[in-house]
């Protein structure tokens, strides 16, 4: 299994997951990042991030490299942002919806307060994907390494 987690990360969180991810898995990593930054400190960072959540922005992203012929898994990372998955991963899904056709699916949301059951849900009506070969929800107030370890043996096992 050749694996690719794909994440956007705005406060660090999704990007550790991310990189713990990857050494377990030994999956390569592709951070992904909007030509304009959204706010990152207070209230802007909650009513910017919150408003594109909800209306499904899809802001143009830096320029990177997916060769999607190099990796059957690809693992999704996001924040939660107003019960949804952050922006920049909408646009790399639309921009790479066909590429993601054959792939095995996997999906992991860091959030503060709750809803990752509910950002899981709309990244996965959004891919189109009925299931996911593993999904992970990782709140700040819990310990994440086992979670960790218990994704990513989901993906290993299949």
Known sequence: MKALVIFYSMSGNTKKAAK???AITGADTLELYPLQKYPDKGMKKF??????AVMGDK?????YIFNSEKYDTVIFGSPVWASSFAP???TFIDDNRDRLENKRLAAYVC???SSGQKALSKLKKF???ANLEAELELSDKEEKENKIK???EKLNKQ
């Open 150 to 152: 218990e994704f990513c």
């Open 20 to 22: 713990e991810i990857a």
């Open 88 to 90: 920049p991963l909408r």
């Open 59 to 63: 802001p143009v992203l830096q320029p």
């Open 127 to 129: 891919i189109g994907a």
């Open 111 to 113: 959030f503060m307060g």
């Open 47 to 52: 009513l910017w991030g919150g408003k594109s």
